[in-house]
């Protein structure tokens, strides 16, 4: 991830965290948004080209998501307009598959 896009998250309140295996190794990055009590956006990636972010309604039904590089999803989430929008997506769709550790 390029430090700006770092920085833009974290500007933008994003909080991150790093799952651990077993053998206390980092095998992802994931980082979380709240807009409570609107839903939350969240993006996890375990390399540069292997990113997931979805945004999910406050019934954790999820309304956007994407896949691609950390870069290209990281930029679309930040993009997106703040759930309470009239242009913020909300029309529920297929629950998205992120990978967990």
Known sequence: MSDETLHRLIAAGWMFWHPQNEAGEVVAIGAIRRWAPAGEDLLIFRAEDDAAG?????????VWHRTGTVVEVANEMLELPHPDSPIA?????????????
């Not at 979805?54 to 999820?62: K, L």
């Not at 997506?89 to 550790?101: G, K, N």
């Open 54 to 62: 979805v945004r999910v309604n406050p019934a954790g039904e999820a």
């Open 89 to 101: 997506p909300r029309l529920v769709i297929a629950t998205p598959v992120l990978w967990t550790p």
